[in-house]
């Protein structure tokens, strides 16, 4: 059944990502909260995109997807309600999935096999596990694997979709529990995901509200990290200017 604004598809602005290797979303959501009720944008990619499909709901968009060829989908997306974006919502959660370029870069069936199993994970209906739980549960496995760029990453989702600093102080111990005080002493504790919770513990104490502490998060933690960012970027001045939570205990 074809939705009623289909046949206005033609119109809509195109934003070509195809040859862009960096992180795009933050550039199509700032372009899509501009787009006026009853108006929509075509993305075009080289696989199909379907992290932008719930981020882009989150904002009031439909959508419908073409298939042109192996290399080349274009999704039009059409405003119906003018929302704004939050992260509560899951709209404006930091870090979308852009490790998945990496793999645009190798082979584009292969970062469509990974956007496939991206949403069977992430975005399925009617999960049984929140979200919130999930990304706990993901933050868990990859401290128990030194993982701790996702480590952060996770934290830092699940915490701007409202995870308590009670619930992290809570896993912090268990993290001591599981890990060992030798592990959570000398690799836990100066890691970057250590940093982001005390910079929260610290921040709430003192009164902050959470948006400016995600601001404050972000600014320090975000891909301008080389720590955090999970597409090759060159270690740059601002990065190592950064409040150096990760090595006191201010």
Same mark, same amino acid.
């Not at 899509?32 to 075009?44: D, P, S, T, W």
């Not at 932008?52 to 274009?74: P, W």
């Not at 972000?218 to 970027?233: A, S, W």
């Given at each position: 059944?074809?939705?009623?604004?289909?046949?206005?598809?033609?119109?809509?602005?195109?934003?070509?990502?195809?040859?862009?290797?960096?992180?795009?979303?933050?550039?199509?959501?700032?372009?899509?909260?501009?787009?006026?009720?009853?108006?929509?944008?075509?993305?075009?990619?080289?696989?199909?995109?379907?992290? *932008?499909?719930?981020?882009?709901?989150?904002?009031?968009?439909?959508?419908?997807? &073409?298939?042109?060829? @192996?290399?080349?989908?274009?999704?039009?997306?059409?405003?119906?309600?003018?929302?704004?974006?939050?992260?509560?919502?899951?709209? @404006?959660?930091?870090?979308?999935?852009?490790?998945?370029?990496?793999?645009?870069?190798?082979?584009?069936?292969?970062?469509?096999?990974?956007?496939?199993?991206?949403?069977?994970?992430?975005?399925?209906?009617?999960?049984?596990?929140?979200?919130?739980?999930? *990304?706990?549960?993901?933050?868990?496995?990859?401290?128990?694997?030194?993982?701790?760029?996702?480590?952060?990453?996770?934290?830092?989702?699940?915490?701007?979709?409202?995870?308590?600093?009670? &619930?992290? @102080?809570?896993?912090?111990?268990?993290?001591?529990?599981?890990?060992?005080?030798?592990?959570?002493?000398? &690799?836990?504790?100066?890691?970057?995901?250590?940093?982001?919770?005390?910079?929260?513990?610290?921040?709430?104490?003192?009164?902050?509200?959470?948006?400016?502490?995600?601001?404050?998060?972000?600014?320090?933690?975000?891909?301008?990290?080389?720590?955090?960012?999970?597409?090759?970027?060159?270690?740059?001045?601002?990065?190592?200017?950064?409040?150096?939570?990760?090595?006191?205990?201010?």
């Amino acid at each position: 059944m074809k939705a009623d604004w289909e046949a206005k598809k033609a119109t809509f602005p195109i934003i070509d990502v195809r040859e862009i290797t960096n992180n795009f979303l933050p550039m199509i959501l700032h372009k899509a909260q501009q787009v006026n009720l009853n108006n929509g944008i075509c993305v075009v990619q080289t696989f199909e995109p379907k992290p *932008l499909y719930s981020a882009l709901k989150d904002l009031g968009f439909e959508h419908i997807t &073409e298939k042109v060829s @192996d290399h080349e989908y274009r999704v039009y997306f059409y405003r119906t309600e003018l929302k704004t974006a939050t992260f509560e919502s899951g709209a @404006d959660m930091p870090f979308k999935p852009t490790a998945i370029l990496n793999y645009k870069l190798i082979d584009d069936h292969l970062a469509g096999t990974v956007v496939d199993f991206w949403d069977y994970i992430w975005e399925k209906e009617n999960s049984a596990i929140d979200l919130k739980t999930k *990304l706990l549960l993901s933050m868990s496995n990859a401290i128990g694997a030194s993982r701790f760029r996702q480590a952060t990453r996770e934290l830092i989702k699940a915490y701007s979709l409202g995870v308590t600093v009670q &619930e992290l @102080d809570e896993l912090f111990s268990l993290f001591a529990w599981n890990q060992g005080i030798g592990n959570f002493s000398s &690799e836990i504790g100066p890691s970057t995901t250590f940093g982001v919770y005390k910079l929260i513990k610290r921040r709430e104490q003192e009164g902050l509200g959470k948006s400016k502490i995600m601001d404050e998060i972000m600014q320090t933690f975000g891909d301008r990290n080389p720590e955090v960012n999970v597409l090759y970027k060159k270690r740059i001045k601002c990065c190592e200017k950064r409040d150096d939570l990760t090595n006191n205990n201010n």
